[in-house]
């Protein structure tokens, strides 16, 4: 082009190295960010810049409802700059619609960008183990409760437990 405006790259969910993309070789960035965030759990987003020949002011900020959230924000002064930092989004109240917007500023250059992501709450899944299928009146019950995320991992939970409670229809001891 005639004039020589920066390369804007940007992959909103982690990209293989060889996922094809457009270089004119002269200022380019890549900004990785999930384009689904787990509300709650830490998540990461990783910056890249190339081809800089003045110090750039970055920042990612994470707009969600009427808050935003700065993930990263720092004076870039060297060129190959790459840095990945870790942040949690907020808990997701009603729309899962957020936007990360990507800004940087140097004397000559003005970088801008924002795109569209979702936040999710992750809610944990109780699973109740017996030690056996049926019981017999007065017989005690056995068992074992786990809490896991998502990700199938184990999560910290407090389940209550109800005891010797009758139910209307169910007889005693069942």
């Known amino acids: 082009s005639a004039s020589h405006e920066s390369t804007k790259l940007s992959c909103l969910s982690p990209c293989p190295l060889n996922y094809p993309m457009l270089f004119d070789f002269h200022r380019q960035y890549l900004l990785m960010v999930p384009s689904v965030l787990q509300s709650g759990s830490p998540n990461q987003a990783c910056l890249q810049l190339h081809n800089l020949n003045e110090s750039l002011s970055v920042s990612v900020v994470?707009?969600?409802s009427s808050a935003n959230t700065t993930i990263f924000e720092q004076s870039v002064r060297r060129d190959g700059f790459f840095q990945c930092i870790a942040f949690t989004p907020p808990r997701a109240t009603s729309s899962p619609l957020a936007f990360i917007t990507f800004s940087g500023?140097?004397?000559t250059v003005r970088l801008a960008e924002r795109r569209s992501i979702?936040?999710?709450n992750v809610d944990s899944v109780v699973?109740?183990?017996t030690d056996k299928p049926t019981y017999k009146p007065g017989q005690p019950v056995l068992f074992r409760v786990v809490a896991l995320?998502?990700?199938f991992r184990p999560v910290q939970e407090t389940v209550s437990v109800?005891?010797?409670q009758n139910y209307p229809g169910v007889p005693p001891g069942l």
């Open 62 to 64: 994470l707009e969600y």
């Open 105 to 107: 500023k140097g004397a």
């Open 118 to 120: 979702a936040i999710l």
């Open 127 to 129: 699973f109740i183990q």
């Open 149 to 151: 995320d998502v990700l």
């Open 162 to 164: 109800a005891k010797d």
